[in-house]
Structures are given as structure tokens and as C-alpha cells.
């Protein structure tokens, strides 16, 4: 992690922390991120091939960030750039580089190769609901529609068979449903399941 700029330095001494820097400090001794960083270290990039990464637990922490306030990868960007309480939480200071959102995408899709993401979610809920903080009641559900591409022109000229058809209004989809449970006193997300 970056040693703090004289900026991010009078930031941390101000009197009244917001409710962002009292979550992300929460989130910050409650998430075991060394055992989180050892699931996905085997297949992280490793400096010498190539530009040299950033460090796991920067990367780690802004995909974190990035589900918690359902921030699109360029918006992600501009957050570290522009809040210094998620900068700070990143490991990051504005005296050294901040990841671009291709950098946070290529991270994202590595979870998603080695199939961690889902892995990474059941483990920190555990933690979450050992400490307390994960709550079943007052639960908010959502559902919503993955498009999938319909198309049969692919090696096994057929469709995806774990993807269905659907309509929402006058429209049709093709895809599958995200069933998402948010805490609705906290707004963190507990469960997560897809159905056709």
C-alpha cells in the first residue's frame, strides 16, 4: 500500500467521519481480506510479465467497493480519483497511479475466469453474519433479467439451454433472472441466485 500524501494525511485528522468512512472501517475489520487474497493469489499476475500489477489487496478492495455502491467500472474510476475515503480504504494515495477501469474490468474478469466471485460472496457473508451483521429480516428481493444472446450461430448451433424466454410488459426477453436479498436496514446483499 502507498504511503499517504500530506492531503490524504489532513483528511484522516478531520473531526466527523461520514457514514462511507464508518462503513468502509467496519467493512475494513470485519472482511478476513489476507484469506480472501489467498483464494485468488494462484492465479493473480505476477510482476515480472509485464507492466507490473497492482498489489492483490488494492484490487481486492476496489472490487469490493465496486459491488457495495453498484458503480460501473469507469464510475469506480473516478471514485478513487474523486473520494478520498474509498482511496484511502484501496490503499491508494493521488501521489501514486490509481487503477484505470480497464485495469479494474481485467480484475473483475479474473474472478469470473476461475469462477471466485461466487466463492468470495459466501465466504464474506459467513463472516458478515458471524459478526452480526448480516440480517435475514426486513429483506428486499429483486429480480432481474440477464439478457443472454439468442442467437444459435455458435459451435453447437443451439441455445444456451440454461437461458429461457420471458416477457416483461409488451416486451421478450431471452436470458435468465438474478434473484437478488438486500438487508433492507443495511442495503448489504445476503443472497444471490439465478434462475432460467
Same mark, same amino acid.
Do not use: C
Given at each position: 500500500?502507498?504511503?499517504?500524501?500530506f492531503? *490524504?494525511t489532513e483528511? /484522516?485528522?478531520?473531526?466527523?467521519?461520514?457514514?462511507?468512512?464508518?462503513? +468502509?472501517g467496519r467493512? $475494513?475489520?470485519l472482511?478476513?481480506?489476507?484469506?480472501l487474497e489467498?483464494q485468488i493469489e494462484?492465479? #493473480?499476475p505476477?510482476?515480472?510479465? =509485464?507492466r507490473?500489477? #497492482?498489489?492483490?489487496a /488494492? @484490487? +481486492?478492495r476496489?472490487?469490493? @467497493?465496486?459491488n457495495? #455502491?453498484n458503480m460501473? *467500472?469507469?464510475? @469506480?474510476?473516478d471514485a +478513487?480519483y474523486?473520494i478520498?475515503s474509498?482511496?484511502?480504504?484501496?490503499g491508494?494515495s493521488?501521489e =501514486?497511479?490509481?487503477p484505470?477501469?480497464? /485495469?479494474?474490468m $481485467?480484475?473483475?474478469h479474473?474472478l469470473?475466469?476461475h469462477?471466485? =466471485?461466487?466463492?468470495l460472496?459466501k465466504?464474506v $457473508?459467513k463472516?458478515l453474519?458471524?459478526?452480526g &451483521? #448480516?440480517f435475514?429480516?426486513?429483506t428486499i428481493v429483486?429480480? /432481474?433479467?440477464?439478457?443472454?444472446?439468442s442467437?444459435t450461430k $455458435?459451435?453447437?448451433?443451439a441455445?444456451d439451454?440454461e437461458?429461457?424466454q420471458?416477457q416483461k410488459g409488451?416486451?421478450?426477453f431471452? =436470458? @435468465?433472472?438474478?434473484?437478488i436479498?438486500?438487508?433492507?436496514?443495511r442495503?448489504?446483499?445476503?443472497?444471490?441466485t439465478? &434462475?432460467?
Amino acid at each position: 500500500m502507498n504511503q499517504l500524501s500530506f492531503a *490524504d494525511t489532513e483528511f /484522516t485528522s478531520k473531526r466527523r467521519k461520514t457514514r462511507k468512512e464508518l462503513f +468502509l472501517g467496519r467493512m $475494513n475489520e470485519l472482511i478476513p481480506w489476507l484469506q480472501l487474497e489467498a483464494q485468488i493469489e494462484p492465479f #493473480y499476475p505476477k510482476a515480472g510479465n =509485464g507492466r507490473r500489477p #497492482y498489489p492483490l489487496a /488494492t @484490487m +481486492l478492495r476496489i472490487h469490493f @467497493m465496486q459491488n457495495w #455502491y453498484n458503480m460501473s *467500472d469507469p464510475a @469506480m474510476e473516478d471514485a +478513487l480519483y474523486e473520494i478520498t475515503s474509498m482511496r484511502l480504504f484501496a490503499g491508494l494515495s493521488l501521489e =501514486g497511479a490509481i487503477p484505470d477501469h480497464t /485495469t479494474i474490468m $481485467n480484475f473483475r474478469h479474473l474472478l469470473e475466469k476461475h469462477k471466485l =466471485g461466487r466463492k468470495l460472496f459466501k465466504e464474506v $457473508n459467513k463472516w458478515l453474519s458471524d459478526s452480526g &451483521t #448480516y440480517f435475514k429480516e426486513g429483506t428486499i428481493v429483486d429480480a /432481474t433479467i440477464i439478457e443472454a444472446a439468442s442467437s444459435t450461430k $455458435n459451435k453447437s448451433n443451439a441455445r444456451d439451454p440454461e437461458m429461457h424466454q420471458t416477457q416483461k410488459g409488451k416486451q421478450w426477453f431471452f =436470458g @435468465m433472472k438474478a434473484h437478488i436479498g438486500v438487508d433492507a436496514k443495511r442495503g448489504l446483499v445476503h443472497s444471490f441466485t439465478t &434462475t432460467p
